[in-house]
């Protein structure tokens, strides 16, 4: 099976850096994101991608893990208040 580890994607938007993995050669796209507190690789960890090696090795699906920003965010403890989900103006 096809996997491919890519920390190359740098957002404008978070400015950053981004990691994430792809999972089969071809088929139709499938975008897996991780739990809270989650990162890129948790779905391999959890047996998930083994679960779908059928689907991968024929072509059928492929999987696009990406990264979180929840320890940036939601759970950054250490942020100021409202800082993390600001109100809309």
Avoid at 39 to 45: A, S
Avoid at 56 to 63: K, M, N, P, R, T
Avoid at 76 to 83: F, I
């Amino acid at each position: 099976m096809n996997i491919e580890y890519h920390r190359h994607f740098f957002s404008h938007h978070l400015n950053q850096v981004m990691e994430y993995k792809v999972y089969g050669h071809a088929g139709k796209p499938v975008i897996v994101f991780p739990t809270s507190g989650g990162r890129f690789y948790e779905y391999e960890d959890f047996g998930m991608v083994e679960v779908c090696r059928p689907f991968l090795e024929s072509g059928q699906i492929q999987l696009f893990c990406v990264d979180s920003v929840d320890s940036q965010s939601w759970l950054n403890h250490d942020a100021p208040p409202g800082s993390t989900c600001p109100a809309p103006q």
